[in-house]
């Protein structure tokens, strides 16, 4: 009996490798709708814009991180207002990279690793639903009224 005390007690699987493989799953799930969109659609739209767009939304999260830590008040980020801004820039699958890749960029930046998993799959998944909408319902031409109301409602994903 003395010896099954002094014996270290084996961790589970799902104590040490939950998050992990929570993490990955998550990971696969970005990944496979930012396949399924650039499927549909390979064009992002102008790379300035594309790339304009990713650095503000890397932005967007590390100074919102970085507010929240310094000052321990909530802070709003620019999620929405940038979504709307890459819907009218941008082609669908530029949307959802610059999106979700702007969160993973934010993610290593404030080296999260885990936490930018989840994040990117969420951004990839809410960003397609979007693009989706906007693309589907709101039609290509952006100065259309239908495009507008479509915007302003997928951006409330």
Request: hydrophobic share 55%; net charge positive; glycine share 8%.
């Amino acid at each position: 009996m003395g010896d099954s005390a002094s014996t270290p007690r084996p961790r589970s699987f799902l104590r040490t490798s939950g998050p992990n493989a929570v993490a990955v799953a998550t990971a696969l799930v970005g990944v496979l709708t930012i396949g399924l969109v650039v499927g549909l659609d390979p064009d992002i739209g102008p790379s300035t814009h594309f790339f304009a767009l990713l650095v503000l939304q890397s932005a967007n999260y590390v100074v919102a991180e970085w507010l929240a830590r310094r000052f321990r008040v909530p802070v709003w980020q620019l999620d929405a207002a940038l979504l709307t801004a890459a819907l009218v820039l941008l082609e669908p699958a530029g949307v959802v990279i610059s999106q979700a890749a702007g969160v993973v960029v934010a993610g290593l930046v404030l080296r999260r690793p885990v936490r930018s998993i989840v994040n990117f799959a969420q951004a990839s998944t809410a960003t397609a639903v979007a693009a989706g909408l906007t693309h589907v319902i709101g039609g290509g031409d952006v100065a259309t009224d239908r495009f507008a109301v479509t915007v302003l409602l997928a951006s409330a994903v």
